[in-house]
């Protein structure tokens, strides 16, 4: 079983940056992907971003220059550095690990 706890969310101004961390825990051994689904309020759960295991990473087109996933393999944690906020990326931010999913972290962008 592996476990995952997000942190960093906040209430942030438009134009804002933010870090959200995701650390693992667990049978972690085994896991390829780690990164970031989220879901605003009305709407479906939407990717983000995610990393695997050799440091390649993917991104959702809505943040490709805006945000950057990393990892810090000593610490089994996931990042997310999210730059240039915008109102619409307000959401609860999901970490997950191959099937496995944390229980998510508040974004609110708003003046």
């Known amino acids: 079983q592996v476990q995952l706890v997000e942190s960093g969310g906040d209430l942030v101004q438009p134009g804002g940056s933010l870090r959200l961390s995701c650390a693992a825990s667990?049978?972690?051994?085994?896991?390829?992907?780690m990164g970031w689904y989220r879901q605003a309020p009305g709407k479906q759960r939407e990717f983000v971003a995610r990393i695997d295991t050799g440091g390649s990473t993917n991104y959702a087109d809505s943040v490709k220059g805006r945000f950057t996933i990393g990892r810090e393999d000593a610490k089994n944690t996931v990042y997310l550095q999210m730059n240039s906020l915008k109102p619409e990326d307000t959401a609860v931010y999901y970490c997950?690990?191959?099937?496995?999913w944390g229980k998510g972290t508040l974004v609110t962008v708003s003046s």
């Open positions: 997950f690990a191959d099937v496995h």
């Open positions: 667990g049978s972690i051994f085994s896991i390829a992907y």
